[in-house]
C-alpha cells in the first residue's frame, strides 16, 4: 500500500471522502440555506453528491496522508436572517458537527455491542467491521477538531468571530491575510523542528472524545 497505508486505513479514508466530506459540506449548505441565504442551492451544493464538493487534490491527499479538504460551500451571510456573523459561525459550525455526528454514528454498534473493542487488537483479518467503524470514527474526530482550529481558511476562525465581541472579532478578522502562513507553519515547520502544537492541541481533546464515545 502506498505510504504503508493498511487496506483498513485506506479504506475508512475512501468511506470519509465518499460520506464524511459531502455530509460536511451540505451540512454548510444547509444550514445557510436554513438561515436564508439561498447561494448553496444555486450553486448546487445542498446535495449529499460526492462530485458536488470533492477537490482532486485534496481527495488525493486524504487517501494518502489523512489530512484533506473538499471545495468551500459559498455562503452569503447578509442574505441571513440572523445578523451576519452569527449566521457564519451557525453554517460554518455546522460541518465538524456533522463529522461528529458520523463518528457517533460509529460507535453505535460498539455501544450495543455488536461488535467490541477487543476485535481491534484481536482480528487477523483488517477489514473486519469494527476495525473499519473505528478508523472512520478516528479520521471523522480528526477532521471535526482540525476545522475547528481558529486559522482561517478553517470553519473555526468563522465561529470563533461569530462568538467573540465585535472588537476582538474585528481583530482576529485582520490576521486573515497572514492565518494560511501561520497554519502553514504549525502544521509543517515547527514539527520538523520537533514541536508539534497543532498535535498536542488536537490530542487534549481528541482523547475524552473517543473516551465519551466508545467507554462512557
Known amino acids: 500500500m502506498p505510504f504503508g497505508l493498511s487496506p483498513a486505513t485506506l479504506?475508512?479514508?475512501?468511506?470519509v471522502l465518499v460520506i464524511g466530506f459531502?455530509?460536511?459540506?451540505?451540512?454548510?449548505a444547509w444550514s445557510a440555506d436554513r438561515l436564508g441565504d439561498s447561494t448553496p442551492r444555486w450553486e448546487g451544493r445542498l446535495s449529499l453528491n460526492p462530485m458536488a464538493h470533492l477537490d482532486i487534490l485534496g481527495s488525493i491527499s486524504l487517501l494518502l496522508t489523512g489530512f484533506g479538504w473538499a471545495r468551500p460551500v459559498p455562503v452569503n451571510p447578509y442574505r441571513m436572517r440572523v445578523a451576519p456573523r452569527a449566521g457564519m459561525a451557525l453554517?460554518?459550525?455546522?460541518?465538524?458537527?456533522?463529522?461528529l455526528l458520523v463518528a457517533m454514528v460509529c460507535a453505535i454498534p460498539f455501544r450495543?455491542?455488536?461488535?467490541?473493542?477487543?476485535?481491534?487488537?484481536?482480528?487477523t483479518n483488517p477489514l473486519t467491521l469494527a476495525v473499519l467503524l473505528w478508523s472512520v470514527s478516528q479520521v471523522s474526530i480528526g477532521l471535526a477538531l482540525f476545522n475547528l482550529l481558529p486559522f482561517f481558511p478553517l470553519d473555526g476562525?468563522?465561529?470563533?468571530?461569530?462568538?467573540?465581541?465585535?472588537?476582538?472579532?474585528?481583530?482576529?478578522?485582520?490576521?486573515?491575510p497572514y492565518s494560511p502562513y501561520i497554519l502553514m507553519g504549525l502544521l509543517f515547520v515547527l514539527p520538523y523542528l520537533g514541536l508539534d502544537i497543532i498535535g498536542f492541541l488536537i490530542g487534549?481533546?481528541?482523547?475524552?472524545?473517543?473516551?465519551?464515545?466508545?467507554?462512557?
Do not use: M
Open 112 to 123: 450495543l455491542g455488536w461488535v467490541s473493542l477487543s476485535d481491534l487488537y484481536t482480528a
Open 11 to 15: 479504506l475508512a479514508r475512501l468511506i
Open 22 to 28: 459531502p455530509i460536511h459540506e451540505w451540512a454548510h
Open 204 to 216: 487534549l481533546v481528541w482523547r475524552p472524545l473517543q473516551l465519551l464515545l466508545f467507554w462512557l
Open 157 to 176: 476562525e468563522k465561529v470563533l468571530v461569530g462568538v467573540l465581541p465585535p472588537r476582538w472579532g474585528d481583530r482576529l478578522l485582520a490576521l486573515r
Open 91 to 99: 453554517s460554518a459550525f455546522a460541518g465538524p458537527a456533522s463529522n
